[in-house]
Structures are given as structure tokens and as C-alpha cells.
């Protein structure tokens, strides 16, 4: 099994669990590593055989941006199960960070994992 991965994709969305949140838009920072078999794409040179990571950014940004969720423990669990679903991923791992949530840090956030890591 090897890894697909994209880093640091930032999405404008509503998210945070104090009012003041829910009339503003904040950039959530994304961190996805995916499980793939690449050898097969690698061989016919065929996205066909692979993850499509645009396709896979299109639709964490889709998600998180139509969202309206308070916690970012929601949002990268919803992510997470879509992706898993309408990729065929068996294995993931998402971290979502919130930039300059809690004064003094420079990110607060969430990793998680789904599936069997390969």
C-alpha cells in the first residue's frame, strides 16, 4: 500500500461554536494522506488507476465550505466518511487545523484516522 498525500489546503469556511463564528468565515488548514495502490497507475500511466488528488481537494473543499458545523471534530469526521465512501479509500488520515483559534498558538485542530492503515 503506499500514500497519497496533499498538504496544507486551506478552505473559507463557517465553523466555531461562539456566535460571533457563525457570522464570519475562517481558514481551516487540511492535512490528507490516503491510502492507494499506485503501482497499477504507475504501470499504464492512467489516472483511471489511481486517486485523483484534485478530485479529492475539490471535494474536502465542497464539503467544508456548504458546512456549518460547530466543532472540527464534526467536519473532519463527516470529511473522512465521505471520502472513504466515494473514494474507495481503505485507510486515512485527516488533519484539520483551525489557524489562530486559541490565542498564543499558531493552530488548533484534529487528526484522525480511518481504516486499516496500509
Not at 481551516?28 to 488528488?53: H, P, Q, S, W
Request: aromatic share 6%; net charge neutral; no cysteine.
Amino acid at each position: 500500500m503506499d500514500i497519497i498525500y496533499i498538504r496544507d489546503l486551506r478552505v473559507d469556511a463557517v465553523i466555531g461554536i461562539y456566535e460571533w463564528e457563525r457570522r464570519i468565515h475562517q481558514t481551516l488548514r487540511f492535512e490528507l494522506e490516503l491510502g492507494a495502490d499506485v503501482a497499477r497507475a504507475a504501470a499504464k500511466d492512467a489516472i483511471e488507476d489511481t486517486v485523483n488528488y484534485k478530485a479529492v481537494a475539490k471535494r474536502v473543499i465542497a464539503l467544508a465550505q456548504e458546512s456549518r458545523y460547530r466543532l472540527v471534530e464534526t467536519l473532519a469526521e463527516r470529511i473522512a466518511e465521505v471520502l472513504m465512501d466515494e473514494f474507495g479509500l481503505g485507510w486515512l488520515r485527516l488533519s484539520l487545523g483551525k489557524p489562530l483559534a486559541v490565542r498564543g498558538a499558531q493552530e488548533v485542530g484534529v487528526v484522525i484516522e480511518r481504516g486499516r492503515r496500509p
